[in-house]
């Protein structure tokens, strides 16, 4: 029998950390999703994290005493080295590019606390994720990591290379943009009620009665990838996005629009043919729609194949 602490002991204990460093895929991949904006790219940023963590050595990783602790520091720096990089993607991007709308359910931990679950799912909220589009990479890192993942300043310095001061001056900024950016601004009741107006105002197929649930200002922007259909630049004003959004129902009656709960608050799929081939989310302010968008393409729908919206 090998004795107290040998090899069987080593073992044991590498088994364990296995296991607790694979356990961490939940949590990294939504870390990973808040800072890139899709699930593609969050899971090659968390692959690329456990690749380093699977490079080191075994006396390295027996080394680190909070695995946790560094499979998040280094996915903070896969993603900091890969913001760059999408932005340059998404200026030769055809069309408009939107974040990618997940289910409910997509990134919920079990265990978390409802009030908790609250907040977090605030955060992946498709208006939340293009107001994080408009922060340089590192504005984007020190806000997710310290305002949604609570890491502290210290640690976010080690990321991105710079003093803990200047992160406490980028998340700062950041929450500056963040607070300047119309996100929902009336509470969850309030947009459900807007939004269930809208949906009977474009079942009703009249203009004007659309155009009255639509605010002044209105903005409509379509993500179809190149793959699909879609309108290649925002649609301004009320009466373009009112004619905009009939003339797509005239066009394919074939596909239902269906009401979904998002993490925007009430919003609708696109039903054709047993499957959901678009998602529309919306904005809310002084009691009409502000903002619609809409997700077309179908490289940013795959987590929604198992989700049947006749069901809710």
Request: with cysteine; proline share 5%.
């Amino acid at each position: 029998m090998a004795p107290l602490g040998g090899p069987r002991a080593s073992i044991g204990k590498t088994v364990a950390v296995d296991d607790e460093v694979l356990a961490e895929r939940r949590h990294l991949v939504a870390l990973c999703f808040r800072m890139l904006g899709t699930v593609t790219e969050a899971e090659d940023a968390t692959q690329e994290t456990y690749a380093r963590w699977y490079r080191l050595s075994a006396p390295e990783r027996a080394a680190i005493d909070n695995p946790s602790a560094w499979l998040t520091r280094v996915a903070g720096r896969v993603c900091l080295d890969l913001l760059g990089s999408a932005r340059a993607r998404r200026e030769s991007y055809i069309g408009e590019w939107l974040p990618e709308p997940v289910p409910l359910t997509a990134f919920a931990e079990p265990a978390a606390d409802p009030l908790d679950r609250v907040t977090l799912d605030d955060t992946v909220s498709t208006a939340l994720l293009v107001v994080l589009e408009s922060m340089t990479p590192a504005e984007r890192v020190a806000f997710v990591l310290h305002d949604v993942f609570a890491l502290p300043f210290d640690e976010i310095a080690e990321i991105v290379g710079r003093s803990a001061a200047a992160c406490r001056q980028l998340a700062s900024s950041a929450r500056r943009r963040v607070a300047q950016a119309p996100l929902r601004s009336v509470t969850r009741a309030e947009h459900d009620r807007v939004v269930s107006a809208f949906a009977v105002a474009a079942q009703s197929g009249e203009l004007a009665q659309l155009i009255s649930v639509l605010a002044d200002d209105v903005v409509l922007r379509s993500d179809g990838g190149g793959r699909v259909s879609s309108a290649l630049k925002p649609i301004h004003g009320a009466d373009r996005v009112a004619r905009f959004l009939l003339g797509i129902a005239q066009k394919r009656p074939d596909i239902a629009t269906l009401p979904l709960e998002t993490h925007d608050g009430l919003g609708f799929a696109l039903w054709d043919e047993g499957r959901i081939v678009g998602i529309i989310t919306l904005d809310v302010q002084d009691g009409r729609v502000s903002s619609v968008q809409m997700m077309r393409n179908p490289d940013k729908l795959g987590l929604w194949d198992r989700v049947d919206p006749r069901l809710g």
